[in-house]
């Protein structure tokens, strides 16, 4: 067995180890399951909601081409489909850095134990099957690569193919910005190396013009301007890595980020004990410094952007991190994530998570079996999850596309009635619901319970269904309780195009 060969295999499965610990399915498949639907189905690109009761604007799917992906490896391939992507595209991903490592020391690498690393800080952000975002990471790699392969003497030429791949990033996945900007880091960096830069600013320049290729032309680029600078101190992925919030989740990530750091530190120490500082700075590659830095920034503003410093590492910093692990011994290495991941994988079942504490399953079941018709106010998060099972009994106040779809007072007025914050009730005066489903351990569940106007009519693993007082009828089904039955009906919906 070859030495790259053990080394893929082992990434691979322990990848796939991964994808099957994840605890649950993300909350936008569905959404994106139902906008790759549209155009598998429907011959078109989705372009207006028909999912809501409350107002919307002209939906922006920046995800479109995701969508069509996921629903593709859905119709031909089952579940299994999703789970082949949630392992593939992060192999992908990694398989790429491996090779921009190879251009940039022109050896193959092969420890193993330094991937791992980047890998475990990486996944926690990657691991929920499947998000959109997991493209825009492989791009990220592949331009990468194709910047250092310019840079170690391959023909500029083939930077042309950075404005192809644009318009494929652009149509799948809105990260492409993150395109844009490695494109002007290497450009900035490069000024500061002295060395050749002109023709990263035509790339750039080309890429950004073929933002235009898109189902919405022009309009679309001013909507991506706008989702890429809008605040969002709701959202939890989009708050700072240190914030109050945050601050006891992503453990294995900060440990790598101060890893990184103080691996850096001594790198700039002994450079400078070599040598003076001057000759120090003159020597260091100033886009490795400021892809680092620029991405580093960005983990610690959001942790949503924490894999592209993970993957960044893994592109620029292999060589400091090998000379550290140099006294490992790789077969023990190489032993243990083999035998750890194997075990993993063995005593899983190879199929999709199905959480019934983070999903209402039985409550929309139940909400189903009923036949109870109406408007749902649900918490945003869940709300594609509700549409695609209820849609066209039910429709919803909002879901997971709130940038694309909804005015921004939706999501605070949202935020308000799932945080119990001051006049919480406001969406039932101003969106009045049909049906209210809400986490049975939120303080609003309680609140609900106390009005006489409204009624609880079931609760289920960790959510309660709430009607109106006066169209309560007293009798209901009760949903099966048997797993393997919503195992077996998981992407069942009456959505049709």
């Known amino acids: 067995m070859g030495k790259s060969f053990l080394f893929y295999i082992t990434l691979f499965l322990l990848l796939f180890a991964f994808t099957l610990n994840a605890p649950q399915i993300d909350f936008d498949l569905w959404a994106r399951l139902i906008a790759g639907m549209g155009v598998i189905e429907g011959g078109h690109v989705l372009k207006s909601d028909f999912l809501s009761y409350t107002p ?56 193993i134990l330094f991937f791992f690393f980047c890998v475990m800080a990486a996944m926690t952000n990657i691991n929920n099957p499947i998000r959109c975002h997991l493209f825009s990471f492989m791009f990220f790699a592949l331009f990468i690569y194709i910047l250092e392969k310019v840079r170690n003497g391959t023909t500029p030429k083939i930077l042309i193919l950075l404005p192809i791949l644009t318009v494929l990033w652009n149509n ?93 530190i001594w790198k700039i120490y002994d450079g400078i004990k070599k040598n003076s500082a001057l000759e120090f700075y003159s020597k260091i590659d100033k886009v490795k410094i400021i892809v680092l830095l620029v991405t580093a920034y960005l983990a610690v503003e959001h942790i949503k952007m924490l894999p592209f410093f993970c993957i960044s590492v893994a592109c620029y910093c292999y060589p400091e991190f090998t000379k550290i692990f140099q006294k490992v011994n790789k077969k023990i290495v190489y032993v243990v994530i083999l035998t750890v991941s194997i075990f993993s994988i063995l005593t899983k079942n190879i199929e999709l998570p199905i959480n019934f504490m983070q999903y209402p399953i039985t409550e929309v079941e139940f909400i189903k079996q009923n036949n ?55 969406v039932l005066k101003l969106y009045p619901p049909d049906i209210v489903l809400v986490q049975s351990n939120l303080p609003v569940f309680k609140l609900l319970q106390k009005r006489t106007d409204w009624k609880l009519i079931f609760k289920g693993n960790a959510f309660g269904v709430f009607i109106p007082a006066s169209k309560y009828k007293g009798n209901y089904i009760l949903p099966s309780l048997d797993r393997k039955y919503y195992k077996e009906k998981l992407f069942e919906t009456s959505i049709k195009f």
């Open 56 to 111: 919307v604007h002209i939906w922006y799917d920046h995800e479109w081409g995701s969508g069509v992906i996921f629903y593709t490896f859905l119709k031909f391939l089952g579940q299994f489909g999703i789970l082949i992507l949630q392992i593939i595209i992060p192999f992908i991903t990694f398989y790429i850095v491996t090779k921009v490592v190879k251009v940039r020391t022109g050896e193959q690498p092969q420890d």
């Open 172 to 264: 799948i996945h809105g990260g492409v910005v993150a395109g844009l900007g490695l494109i002007g880091m290497y450009i900035i960096g490069e000024i500061y190396n002295h060395s050749k830069f002109k023709y990263y600013i035509y790339t750039l320049l080309a890429c950004t013009i073929s933002l235009i290729i898109n189902p919405w032309g022009i309009d679309y680029v001013n909507f991506l301007l706008h989702a890429t600078t809008m605040e969002r101190p709701l959202i939890g992925e989009w708050q700072g890595l240190f914030s109050q919030l945050q601050m006891p989740y992503q453990l294995t990530f900060k440990i790598f980020l101060l890893c990184v750091l103080a691996v850096g």
């Open 372 to 426: 109870i018709k109406g408007n749902i106010l649900v918490d945003f998060g869940l709300g594609s999850y509700v549409a695609y099972k209820l849609y066209p009994n039910n429709k919803i106040y909002m879901d997971g596309r709130y940038e694309e779809v909804y005015p921004d007072e939706l999501i605070v007025i949202n935020d308000k009635f799932y945080a119990s914050k001051a006049d919480w009730d406001d």
